[in-house]
């Protein structure tokens, strides 16, 4: 990677002769790209919660011993298993293998939950009842360790003091002062001047999605729905590639069949040993379907394809079309790859649009939505969500909608974990029956309803909100009711579609994108490469909001997403892309226009000294009174959508 780019990234002191020698040294301990390390820096600093940090000699030293420990502790695990007896094969293997589905990798599935089973009423954790094993979250700082057990605490009721979950006091408080717009989609779009005296119904909100659907029971999912599903996502690509195409069915055939002949085969990428959670290009292998292989695997040579073409990228999970043949029944020679076909984009009914326009009194919809962690990991203020709340409230024009998704208390917060909190005195229920909903209720509930009523709020949840009975992904809504929030409240899935007008978005709260972009294997890339934006293609080819299979894992070893395999369908996206998705992420918020969906990333709001929301601004579609009334027209939102990301 060039000097000059690298200083754009880090900072003129990597063009020090010393740091960039330093550089180019890690570059060779770790068999490291510019890039990858450039990604592991920021994720080092994402690790550190300190977005402030300095890049120089001694912050990259640091950052080395860091990386060091990280190997240190994979080899110790790995001796471990070893001892055990369950290390497993990393021989390569040439010969296809007749594998029964995915069920050596779905083993580890069996029971989701990013930490274990969570019932529905959490009593704060006491001091003898400190869960030993819940590790911290894996961006804690590197001062930060296990809190000792004299100083773990119960619940207690406040005494007056301040408390480290009181709320912030607002006349106190620091002025509300937005920081400005940091980044912006379509800054050549000018927003339409909003209508005065606008009515509280502007927007109409339609949910898209079978909220039912979602009130599954967890930890009960079997081995044989599981290889249902995922042997019906590789059965809908065959068909999907075979409309796309106009290809035949006899063009489709199993990849792991000795022959001359091309085929089209259609599969998931897997790992060549299952114990396995990372690859690269030597060590991918093919998994086709029951129907055309029998679920034999096959390994994959990229050979013909590589140094030339576009650039092509690959995770664990992704289901992929190639053309190719087997010729010696060793591996499956790749000489093309078939590009998964796009979803048409939503349209609308020009009636339905006229209908939308005037509810909207000509003028254009605004939409703000900001991602958890809503506080800090060494309190539990949460002064980031006072701040946003008071920013959406001083507005002149206030949002029509605004999306909040969580997690709004992390079961992974160490304050959390250690129950270190204080009940206020206003709060009127006794210590020994104090929960963690209490919590919610008690000090994010009184911020949350302090937003204006006239405004539509819609929360979507995280599998590591503990005020969630629903651990598992795809995950049902929060109680509304039970967590006493009023009416201009909607608590939808995760993920869940749904429409303002006529504008579909779809939105999560699990990190697909850094988890893709932690696992993507880039082939023919370059310096330029940008992954972020490869993975969001990735989230709208593969049509799943979160395609990654098995889920990934963080850097303490544990899956970031338990996943209930069965109900994967209801993460999927039918009939149409969505014209707006919203998918927050650790990584640095961004917002790109990506095969013509909106695709944004919001930031955390909670994140360090540079949290950030988005605002959403669409402004309405004109469309010609001539032609048939039901005519659908294509809601082109990429054409009219400005969005501008905020740091608060």
Known sequence: MDVKLLSSKLGPAIEDSLVLSEWNSMLKIFALSSEDLLYKWESYVVYLDNN??????????????????????KSRKQQQQQQNGHTPSSASRPTPSRLNGTSDILTSMLTPGSGGSISRKRK???????????????????????????????????????????????????????????????????????????????????????????????????????????DLQIEDAVSWVKQAYDYD???????????????????????????????????????????????????????????????????????????????NGRYFAVKKILDLPLLPGTATAKSELFDHVQRQDNGPIQVFAASG?????????????????????????????????????????????????TIPESYDKSPDTFTLDDI?????????????????VIIIPSVKDVISNHTAFPQRPLDRKALELPKNFKCLSNPATFQLNEVVFTASTTDSIADIVSNLVVINGDDNTNKITMAMEHVIRQRRVYPIFPAAKGRDGQITTGLDVPYLGLASIYEGNPDIIITPSMLKHTAQIVNNVVAINPGQLAKGSTGTFASITVNPLSTSDDGDEDEAVTNRVWERARVDIINI
């Open 52 to 73: 402030d940090l300095e890049f120089n000699i001694d912050t990259l030293k640091s950052f080395q011993q860091h990386l060091q420990n990280e190997l240190e502790e």
């Open 124 to 230: 704060a954790v006491l001091p003898m009842q400190t869960p030993s094993r819940i590790k911290q979250r894996s961006n804690a700082p590197l001062s930060s360790s296990p809190i000792p057990s004299d100083q773990l605490s119960s619940p207690m009721r406040g005494t007056g003091g301040m408390s480290m979950l009181q709320t912030p006091d607002r006349s106190l408080s620091q002025p509300i002062i937005s920081r400005g717009i940091v980044e912006t989609l379509n800054g050549n779009i000018t927003k339409l001047p909003f209508p005065e005296g606008s009515s509280e119904n502007r927007v109409k909100l339609a949910v898209n999605v079978n909220l039912k659907k979602f009130n599954y029971r967890t930890m009960y999912q079997k081995l044989g729905d599981a290889s249902e599903i995922l």
């Open 249 to 327: 069915d006899k063009l489709f055939g199993n990849p792991a069949y000795i022959s001359q002949d091309d085929i089209i085969a259609v599969g998931r990428i897997v790992p060549d040993s299952p114990g396995e959670d990372k690859i690269n290009i030597k060590s991918m292998m093919l998994e086709s379907s029951r129907r055309l292989s029998s679920g034999m695997r096959i390994q994959l040579n990229f050979d013909a394809i590589e140094g030339q073409g576009a650039v092509q990228s690959f995770f664990p999970g992704q289901i992929v079309a190639f053309s190719g043949s087997n010729a």
């Open 373 to 421: 962690p809503f506080t800090g990991r060494n309190n539990l203020d949460f002064e980031p969500l006072v701040r946003f709340i008071d920013y959406v409230n001083e507005q002149t024009h206030k949002p029509d909608t605004v999306i909040l998704s969580g997690p709004f208390l992390d079961i992974n917060h160490p304050l959390v974990q250690s129950g270190s909190f």
């Open 440 to 456: 919610f209720k008690a000090y994010i509930k009184p911020i949350l309803t302090s937003i204006d009523p006239s405004i539509q």
